[in-house]
């Protein structure tokens, strides 16, 4: 049974609890309240009544006196209103002993009671014979019964005051025993009061700390989860109320939380194992780029070759052979030395100098070669190999093939934290479709490998090169206004990289 | 899985107190609010017992009248009456001790007939009026019992009391033990009498000694026995009839026999006063804790104890018989007993002994 009840109490919610937890000790209190005050009540009206019996026994005594005057007053005048008098006091004298009941306070007193009820029905038949022999002029009679009647008048009166003095003995001490009995209700009252009252607070403040308790835990918890403890301990609540639900629902949530945040842990170290494999395959892949590319040219035999032959030429005395030869030796040297590791802007004007110095040789002057250089970004690092292969697709597709002089000019300047390095020509120009082939890679430009006379690096090899190394996209523009107008390629490359 | 990470964060159950506080609280409210509770119970009931110990029904109700009602003659008398009354379901009421000390016997006789009471038990004088009283109450039927002084002119059914002829036979069996050594030949005894005793109850007592004495002594050596009649008018007035004996006779008597309990100590203290001790042997009447105590300082000769208990239960048993017979003994006598030195020495010795168990 007490299991039952505590089972619906669990499941019960906060406010049912709370409202059962105010009821029940405001119930009772409002209960002992009431029957305290009907307890009270009913003593203080016996205290009321304790003199009611005085009170009548003094109205029974006026009553007398009343009649006995009423009486005389007639036998004195003879007159009609003092007879109405005597019969009006008669009446309220006989109402007066009816209503005289004191059988409730004790023998003594009632015995008196009884002795006086008796000794007035005397009277009353005195008093009523004297009147009847007055009315009769029976003169003797009248007086000799008058007498007696004041012996009787006298002797109830007497009588009416020994009760009254006794009623009123027994009146004060039953008052006493009413007073102190009130006083014993009125100190049990404070006390019962008290005590109900003490234990309704005690019983209050433990049935809210046991029932916010799981709350305060609560909070404890989500403010430590706020703080970023997730590893957080909670008691565990079997209750089916409000709390408990919240509880039960905060400790899922925080279950939840730790699992999502596990499984974002695995992931996150998954996508950076990938990142990492990734930028490793692409810096294998440049490295194969590189390592064919550079497997295109094969330039050692070629170059040891030259320099016997630049040795031969210095023996024979023949100076523009031995400068011919030397560029060049340094041509291709270059080629070696730098292929694998980048170079300043000044080492690879260097080499474009030596390119047209090589094909003003093999082509008699035929190009006319101008520079702009300014001195600033002659010493900033670019990828080694990138203005020759331009320069030979200037001379190769631009000027080789048009009647007129042929230009190149070089200009290498800086403009808003970037190094522009230009290379135009006079040539035949391009169409808007080959640029566009170009930078997007579908070409890869005409200077490529499978061109017989190129040192076999290719524009699109170029820019690549440029885009890995500055690791930006828009690294070389191409400028041509069409057929015959020439072509400008503009390299940029930031200062910092 | 599910069941561990729940563990981890919640290892320790909660146990939910509320309930076992409310539980506790509601009880011990509860047990509060029943003892206070029993507590008005108890408070209430008490009340109501003081008031049923006044409450006694009754069939019959008697008055009883005393002239003296102070007096611890009257007090035994009408206790032992009132227990008697009881069991016959009935009630004494002290009439006097209701109405104040201001009426008299004869009025309290008169009041007592107007009240139409079912009986009256009368200890007092046999004036006239009383007379006419009794025999107005024996006209009206209520049964009238008069314990120690009979009222022989009325119309009284009953009288409880002592035999006077056997009292004055007792005074002069004292006498006679009294003079013993010295003859009785000079001796004079005063015989102290209430004023309203019936001049033939008073005779009866001389007679008796008389008888007595002359039958033990021969008529010659009787002792010279006055009797003397003392005012009971108002409540001193004995006192100072007695002082007067000792203050205007010239010739003191040898021996005052006392025919009351007032006398009896009056005379008891004036024998003290005027340093009169063993020259006047006093012989009392009725028994108390000081006239024994004088018996045992031999300052009181003896006294003659008659048994008022024994009186009162009498009376109250003759109107008994009276209201359910329509008659009844017109006289029941009452044991009398000497109370000499060694008899008092013996109750007194008893009376302690009671009181230190």
Redesign the interface.
Known sequence: MAGV??KK??NSSVRT?LT??FI??IT??F??NI??YI?VN??IE?VDEVYIANISLNDLSNDLVFLQNSMKEYLESKGSNALNDYYKADQEFRDGLELLDL??????????Q???K??S??YLQVAAETITAKRGRNVEKYKATYEESV??YT?LQ??IN??NN?QFK?NTS?YN??LS?LR??EI??MV?LF??GV??I??VI??TK??T??LI?LSRAANEVAAGNF?????????RDEIGIVSRAF?QM??SI??YIAEIKESVLRESMLKEHELVMENRMKEVQLKSLQAQINPHFLFNTLNAGEQLAMIEGAEKTTEFIENMADFFRYNIKKINNDSSIAEEISLVDKYIYILNVRFTGEIRYSKDIDEDVTEIRVPSMILQPIVENAVNHGIRDIEREGHIDLKAYKDNGYVFLSISDNGTGMSSEQIEKIMSGESPGESSPEHTESNGIGLQNVIERLQIFTGQKDVMEIFSEGKDKGTRFVIKVPLHV | M?RD??G???????F????V??V???V???A??F???I??KV??G??QN??Q????D?DK?YAFIAEDSESEFCKEAFAAAYAQAREYNA?L?DLGA???SE?SAE?LL??AV????DGIVYMGGAGERVVEYIDRAADEGIGVVVLQNDVEASKRHCYVGINYYELGQMYALQIEKLTEKTGMGDISIDVLVDEDMAEGTSNLIIMAIEDYLTEKNGEDKLPEIVLTKIDAEDIFSAEESIRNIFLVKEKLPDIMLCANSVYTRCAYQAVIDYNLVGEIQIVGFFVNDTILDAIDKEVIYSTISIDTQEMGRSSIKALQEYNSMGYTNSYLPVEMEIIDNSKAHQIINEKNNREQE
């Open positions: 009840i505590r109490w669990d609890k059962t937890a029940i000790p009772l209190m209960a002992v029957y305290m307890g009913t003593m016996r059988k409730s306070s004790g023998t003594a007193v009632y015995a008196m009884e002795n006086i008796h000794q029905e005397n012996q009787l002797d007497t009588c020994a009760l006794e027994k039953d025993v009413l009995s014993y209700m049990i009252t019962i005590f109900i234990v309704n005690i019983v433990l049935i046991s029932m308790y799981p835990d590893d957080v301990e909670l008691e565990r609540m079997d209750s400790t925080l279950q730790q699992r | 599910q990470k729940e981890k964060n919640a290892k320790k159950k909660y939910n107190k509320s309930f506080f409310l506790a609280g509601t011990i409210m509860i509060a609010s003892a206070t509770g507590m008005f408070i209430t008490n009340m003081i008031e110990e006044y409450t006694l009754y109700h009630y009421e209701a109405l104040g009426y009025d008169r009041i107007n009240s139409k009471l």
